[in-house]
C-alpha cells in the first residue's frame, strides 16, 4: 500500500539562495506522480527533504501522518533514488550493495532484483565504481523498483541510460506498479517518454508550485488554435493565450483553459482548426520566465 505525502509550507535555503519556497501541495498514494521542472527549479531539494536526506529550512513532511526527519519508522517506508548513485560506494560489488539494501527494508523483493539485473544485464560481481553512467543509472533503478517501499522516488535517476534502457525502466516500473501497488514520484524533464506512465503530474518553478493536476485533466486544458489569422484572434480574445506564431495570414495559438461545447462550435464554424498540445510543450509554456498560464 503506498504512502501518504503531505508536504506543508517546505522552504529549502543554501545562505541567500531560496531553492524551495513555502511550498504545500499532498499526494493521496498508489499512483505514479511526475515531479516536473526545469533544471535549477528545486526538484532534488525537494525530493532531498521529502527523503529526509535534509533538513527543510521551514515546513514540514509528512509521510502517512509522521513527520520525517529523523524518524526512522517513517524513512524505513521512503526510498529515493538520486541520480548521482551516492547511496552506492565506488568500491562495492554490486551483490554486496543488494543485501545491503536487502538489511534496510523489511519490503524488500530479492527476487524481483535479480530479474532486473538480468534486464538491464548488470553483473553481480561488478564494482559500481567500473560501472558506465548508464549503468549506474541502471542499478540505481534496480535498488528503487526492488526496495518495494511504499514511498519510492526517482531523483532524474534514469537520465543516464539510453533510450532503449529507458523504456526498459519504463516498461518494468508499470509491471512493478502493478504488482505491488505504492506512491512512485519520479522527477524528470523527459516528460513526453514518460507520459502514459504518469497519472499526475506536480509542476514546480523557482520552488514554487505552478500546478498539480491529473495528466488527462492538465491535456484537455490545452489547445491549439489554427487558422486564419483575424478569426484566431477573435476566437482566443479573453482566453488564456500561452503562445502565437503567424505564418502569413495562418496563425497558431497555444490556449489553456477549458473550450466548452459551443465555443468548440464556433471554432468549426469558423473554419479553425482545433488541435491538442502535447505535455511537454504545455509544460516549456507553463514555466516561461514570463508566467504563461500561471
Not at 10 to 37: C, H, N, P
Not at 192 to 217: F, N, T
Request: with cysteine; hydrophobic share 45%; aromatic share 6%.
Amino acid at each position: 500500500m503506498g504512502a501518504r505525502v503531505d508536504v506543508e509550507g517546505v522552504s529549502v535555503r543554501y545562505g541567500a539562495v531560496t531553492a524551495v519556497d513555502d511550498l504545500s501541495f499532498s499526494l493521496a498514494g498508489d499512483k505514479i506522480y511526475g515531479l516536473l521542472g526545469r533544471n535549477g527549479s528545486g526538484k532534488t531539494s525537494l525530493l532531498s527533504v521529502v527523503g529526509a536526506h535534509r533538513r527543510a529550512s521551514a515546513g514540514t513532511v509528512r509521510i502517512d501522518g509522521e513527520p520525517v526527519f529523523e524518524n526512522g519508522r517513517a524513512t524505513r517506508r521512503v526510498c529515493l533514488v538520486r541520480h548521482t548513485g551516492d547511496a552506492v560506494g565506488t568500491s562495492d560489488r554490486l551483490e554486496h550493495a543488494l543485501l545491503q539494501a536487502a538489511t534496510l527494508r523489511e519490503s524488500w523483493d530479492p527476487d524481483r532484483a535479480v530479474e532486473l539485473m538480468d534486464l538491464f544485464e548488470l553483473p553481480l560481481d561488478a564494482k559500481f565504481g567500473e560501472l558506465s553512467l548508464g549503468k549506474r543509472s541502471a542499478f540505481g533503478v534496480v535498488l528503487g523498483l526492488a526496495s518495494r517501499a511504499p514511498l519510492t522516488m526517482f531523483d532524474e535517476a534514469h537520465l543516464g541510460m539510453d533510450a532503449p534502457s529507458r523504456y526498459k525502466f519504463y516498461d518494468a516500473l508499470l509491471a512493478d506498479f502493478a504488482a505491488a501497488p505504492r506512491t512512485v514520484i519520479v522527477s524528470t524533464h523527459l516528460i513526453e517518454e514518460l507520459a502514459a506512465v504518469l497519472e499526475e503530474i506536480v509542476i514546480i518553478d523557482s520552488g514554487r508550485l505552478v500546478l498539480h493536476e491529473e495528466v488527462d485533466a492538465l491535456r484537455s486544458r490545452g489547445t491549439s488554435v489554427v487558422g486564419e489569422a483575424e478569426a484566431v484572434d477573435r476566437f482566443v480574445a479573453g482566453l488564456t493565450v500561452l503562445e502565437q506564431r503567424e505564418l502569413g495570414r495562418t496563425k497558431e495559438a497555444a490556449v489553456f483553459g477549458e473550450l466548452d461545447g459551443a465555443r468548440r462550435d464556433r471554432a468549426r464554424a469558423e473554419g479553425l482548426d482545433l488541435r491538442p498540445i502535447a505535455l511537454q510543450d504545455l509544460f516549456v509554456h507553463l514555466t516561461e520566465p514570463a508566467g504563461g498560464a500561471r
